[in-house]
């Protein structure tokens, strides 16, 4: 069997299983690329039928803030694809009560609707999951 | 849970971070640099000490040691090889690493 | 227990990669199977056949081809990310593959246990 097939086979044979991921995202937009590549991790999941999470906390709900002018950067805004999670059957979005406040960030400034937590509804979510991938 | 930090309390706030979200009875695994939090004498010393209250804290030995630090670890907290690190990985259902 | 391995900084950079091949190394000594190494971000640079690093230093890259050879390792290297920063399959070590983001998301499932390496 050819590597593409073998790994397809061994894909949808993963997909039987449902765990429960969780996708951590405590950095900043464009000082690094950790949102960013990220954010590809949790597009990827989308393909595997698992039950998802997105966590934003410290400098991750950054990424979620409207306005985001990259044009003189010369560097892909890539903001608006929070937007198409919903398209990919990823709902659960939690963003950190904490972590807003401590940036002066209010809700309607993120540009995507998303369930705000404090940091002790954050933990209590971390331990139910079956995998947690950080970036 | 099992909590794995890398990062000394200075440069970054991972540390921190990690302990706003441990539930009582997690473990805490401080690897790297994130093993000069629990050296005697260093101002994270206070919050680790407490951590050891609520968690389980260890600190991996080869990075102790290739640092220079191994003698002024934080009483309380444990010293585990790698095999311990595996240990603990295979121990608890989940881990996450707070990078 | 099968075990994941994610390592998302290249090599000497960061210790990062130093502590994914010890934990690895560690895991197969207690009798765990090391499901998949899967490198991703600058990772994917700890695939890279064209590092020379000093004779007295150790050699990361080939060290992760030994590891893949002696115990037969799934080394993968993210397709997007390796494109990004120059890893093509004409300067891949010996025992690396490339592979797309997906191997990843496998390994969290297939595995028991997926740790994560990082900065």
Redesign the interface.
């Known amino acids: 069997m050819s ?1 593409v097939a073998e ?1 397809t086979e ?2 949808a044979a ?2 039987a ?1 449902v ?1 429960k ?1 969780m996708f ?1 995202s ?1 950095k900043a937009p464009y000082g690094t ?2 949102a960013l ?1 990220g954010l ?2 949790v597009l ?2 989308a ?2 039928n ?1 039950d998802v999470s997105l966590a934003f ?2 400098d991750g709900v950054y990424a979620l803030l409207k306005g985001q002018q990259t044009k003189a950067l010369e560097v892909k805004n890539f903001s608006p694809t929070y937007r198409a999670l919903e398209g990919y059957d990823i709902e659960k979005l939690y963003v950190e009560r ?1 972590s807003l406040a401590a940036r002066g960030i209010r809700e309607d400034q993120l540009i995507v609707p998303v369930q705000v937590v404090d ?1 002790k509804e ?3 979510l ?2 139910q ?7 | ?1 099992l909590h794995i930090v890398n990062k000394s309390p200075y440069e970054k ?2 540390l921190t ?1 990690c302990l ?4 009582k009875g997690s473990a805490l695994l401080l690897i790297e640099d994130a093993v000069y939090a629990a050296t005697k004498g260093n101002s994270a010393e206070a919050d680790i000490r407490r951590a050891t209250q609520e968690l389980t804290v260890y600190a991996l030995g080869p990075d102790l040691e290739a640092r220079g630090v191994r003698a002024s670890i934080v009483d309380g907290v444990k010293v585990v090889d790698y095999g311990g690190f595996v240990d603990l990985v295979a121990e608890h ?7 | 227990m099968k075990i994941g391995v ?1 390592v ?1 900084e290249g090599p000497y950079n960061h210790q990062a990669a130093d502590t994914a091949y010890q934990f690895a190394r560690a895991a197969l000594a207690k009798g765990h199977q090391v499901q998949r190494v899967f490198f ?2 600058d990772g994917v640079n700890n695939a890279s056949k064209l590092t020379e690093p000093p004779q007295d230093d150790r050699q990361i890259v080939n060290r992760w081809s030994k590891l893949a050879e002696e115990h037969g390792i799934d080394l993968v290297v993210c397709v ?2 390796g494109l990004r920063r120059g890893l093509v399959k004409d300067n891949l070590a010996p025992g690396f ?1 490339i ?8 390994a ?3 595995s028991d246990r ?1 740790v ?1 390496f ?1 900065d």
């Open positions: 590597q790994e061994s894909e993963a997909e299983v765990k991921f951590v405590r690329i950790y590549e590809e991790v990827i999941s393909a595997f698992q906390l410290d904490e940091a954050m933990a209590a971390m331990e999951q079956d995998v947690i991938i950080g970036f | 849970m706030s991972s971070s706003a979200h441990a539930s259902r989940t881990n996450q690493s707070w990078l | 994610l998302n991703y971000n997007a990310a593959r592979s797309g983001l997906g191997q990843l998301v496998e969290g499932i297939e997926l994560a990082g």
